[in-house]
């Protein structure tokens, strides 16, 4: 019995966010291929940044925490964490750095 109900939940569960989860997308009015393609890479960008910030918040918190127990391991954990989320960060001025 348990296991039906473990099956019939995860079913509905996929329904639910099926439905939930669905968006209707809509073509351009015969618009700028390149504006189309320049918004989904700022938004994907955008998502890169979020990540990087995340990363940036936890290399943060992990060098706080190493300079409370005075772990070196983890004071170079935390500033390695920092740094790449300090790159991930900036990854759009990087590129459009070295792309000119």
Not at 62 to 91: C, E, K, M, W, Y
């Amino acid at each position: 019995m348990k296991k039906e109900n473990k099956i019939y939940l995860s079913l509905m569960l996929a329904v639910v966010l099926l439905c939930a989860l669905s968006v209707t997308a809509f073509a351009t009015g015969g618009g700028d291929p390149l504006a189309v393609i320049n918004k989904l890479s700022d938004f994907i960008f955008g998502l890169i940044r979020a990540v990087g910030m995340i990363l940036l918040g936890w290399g943060i918190v992990q060098v706080g925490l190493s300079l409370q127990s005075h772990d070196p391991s983890q004071r170079s954990n935390g500033f390695l964490t920092l740094a790449g989320g300090i790159i991930i960060t900036f990854t759009k001025e990087i590129l459009t750095l070295i792309t000119g």
